[in-house]
């Protein structure tokens, strides 16, 4: 869970550090009634960079082998939230040696030395949630034959963290942010003796962010599947901590678990990680399906459509669009020009996707990652299909019409959609469709540009006239995954797509188009460099009121109906029987 607001100044950091220094000087002897079930673990080969001395955080990494976090030099404000936060510990608990346990010590005990008194930029209400939430999901860890005194200055340390959060909680943006910070207090409260009079008000804080954040339907404004599955772990989480003090959960925190769930479940892909738009990622590794499973729920949402996003899937293949306009204003900083994009992925295997968000590697990598040319669809004179506020980040211009619809066939599924997003540039409205097969082996898709009004085709003549009657110019994207390999059939003139667990893919097309296999990126945000990769490029021209492109991806007839993954064992997609 990324921490990376900067450091707050004016009101808010002054409240900040006059609340720290206040709890940090509470008499607070506090200590563990129990050690929490291990949750939340990172990756070992994440651990094993930390204990050679490789720190890797938002999208920055520096190198100082045999130092503590707290020696080394802070390259950015992000990088300093990720360590505060002690996102490390995740890393270190996921590798669990002996070794990995004692950095895990001297690293908490050398923080609680030098900013345990409220000093240094960790003490905000969000930052300061997560750690409380860490150290206690991995408390087992950290805690295990540590000397007495080197044990009481942790606890009492988290003591004064959750005097902190009790006071400053609401000192967090709403939402995510604020949302961290209780699941923090809410689990120090839980776990730690004397501590549970800040429980209730805890809880009564949360309903209220989470009526606040949590729309009916389950799905939250920002549209970004990754920060629903954060809000999802930060509320099963903090249920959790209450069921192991012997609490209840509040029916309303049970509510907003199960209502987030078919969304979650609508969202995920064949390989169990999340679509990536609006700014998110596929996840932790595996946190998806111990967050459902937890759940309870085994529905998806219905006729497969969830806060904005529509789903096809079969057989081993789901394919996710972006069925809505972004944000739009000074709710728009993360989001993306990508209506109407989608992501193709075969069993274990990503085949079609977005290019990711640039979240970590500077402005004009997270600006790239936004705009429509990074999402698999179709481009109009190079414009995206929603316009960013001149060099700021908000989103000024976005479609207003996104018409969708999703409907069985005989031979298995179809989505269609449009957006205006063109319209008033060039007179033109996108559409798409797309049907899946039965058995998930293939996928034929239509692009049209059609000027339907005549308002929008006096524009659209207008526009071809100032390009001289060449046509107005479009490119159709699809981004594959750095896994995949591209090569011309000669045969029959398609290009073949090779995925690593031996399937084998065909793309053709069909219209009045040049196709190309062009350089393209995999923007991910536990690597400090994109990843190298291509892209099917479909280039042609509109010349009149009516462009239609067709082109599909099917299976080869050699590829078997299940292959042995290396990835792992392959399960048949738990969603198809809510297909639409």
Request: aromatic share 6%; charged share 25%.
């Amino acid at each position: 869970m990324a921490s990376t607001d900067p450091r707050p100044t004016g009101g808010v950091g002054f409240l900040n550090r006059l609340n720290a220094r206040i709890a940090t000087r509470a008499r607070s002897r506090t200590s563990f009634r129990y050690y929490p079930e291990p949750r939340g673990f990172g990756q070992m080969e994440a651990g094993k960079r930390l204990l050679s001395g490789d720190f890797l955080f938002a999208g920055s990494e520096v190198s100082a082998p045999g130092k503590t976090p707290w020696q080394i030099e802070i390259p950015d404000a992000g990088f300093s939230a990720e360590l505060q936060s002690f996102a490390w510990l995740e890393a270190l608990a996921a590798l669990g040696d002996k070794h990995a346990r004692a950095a895990a010590q001297e690293w908490t005990l050398a923080w609680i030395a030098r900013f345990g008194r409220g000093g240094g930029p960790g003490w905000t209400p969000r930052i300061a949630g997560l750690r409380v939430l860490r150290l206690c999901n991995h408390a087992e860890f950290v805690m295990r034959d540590l000397e007495a005194g080197d044990a009481r200055k942790i606890t009492q340390s988290l003591g004064r963290h959750v005097i902190f959060l009790s006071r400053r909680w609401q000192g967090a943006p709403g939402g995510l942010p604020r949302l961290q910070a209780l699941a923090g207090l809410i689990a120090g409260a839980s776990a730690l003796r004397d501590m549970a009079r800040f429980s209730s008000p805890a809880q009564e804080a949360l309903q209220g962010e989470i009526a606040a954040t949590l729309q009916e339907d389950g799905a939250i404004a920002s549209r970004n599947p990754e920060e629903l599955l954060e809000v999802s772990t930060l509320l099963t989480w903090s249920a959790m901590a209450l069921e192991e003090a012997g609490g209840e959960v509040p029916a309303a925190h049970v509510a907003a678990i199960r209502r987030i769930a078919p969304v979650l479940r609508t969202l995920r892909h064949a390989d169990g990680t999340l679509a990536r738009f609006q700014g998110g990622g596929r996840g932790p590794e595996g946190r998806l399906d111990r967050m459902l499973a937890a759940s309870g729920v085994t529905t998806a949402s219905p006729q497969g459509r969830a806060m904005g996003y529509a789903r096809l899937s079969a057989g081993r293949t789901s394919v996710i669009l972006d069925a809505s306009p972004p944000q739009k204003g000074r709710d728009s900083h993360g989001a993306h020009a990508s209506t109407l994009a989608f992501e193709l992925t075969s069993g274990r295997r990503p085949v079609v996707v977005s290019c990711g968000s640039g979240h970590g590697k500077g402005s004009e990598w997270r600006r790239a990652g936004r705009s429509t040319p990074s999402h698999s669809v179709l481009v109009v004179g190079g414009t995206p299909s929603s316009a960013f506020a001149g060099k700021g980040d908000t989103l000024v211009r976005v479609p207003e019409q996104v018409p969708v619809e999703m409907e069985f066939t005989p031979d298995g599924s179809r989505f269609q959609g449009g957006h205006d997003g063109y319209v008033k540039e060039f007179g033109l409205t996108h559409a798409r469709m797309l049907d899946l097969t039965f058995d998930g082996r293939a996928m034929a898709g239509e692009d049209m540009l059609l000027a339907v009004e005549d308002k929008a085709r006096r524009r659209f003549d207008r526009a071809l006239e100032k390009r001289g009657s060449l046509g107005i110019p479009y490119k159709i994207r699809f981004h594959l995954h750095p896994d995949v390999e591209v090569a011309q059939d000669v045969a029959d003139g398609a290009i073949r797509i090779a995925l690593p667990n031996g399937e084998a893919w065909h793309f053709r097309f069909d219209g009045q188009v040049s196709p190309e296999v062009e350089a393209s990126v995999y923007l991910e945000k536990d690597r400090i460099r994109p990843r190298s990769t291509k892209q099917l490029v479909l280039s042609g021209r509109a010349m009149g009121y009516a462009t239609r492109i067709r082109w599909s991806f099917a299976k080869t007839r050699e590829t078997p109906v299940a292959i042995r993954d290396l990835a792992g064992i392959e399960e048949e997609d738990p969603l198809m029987s809510d297909m639409t």
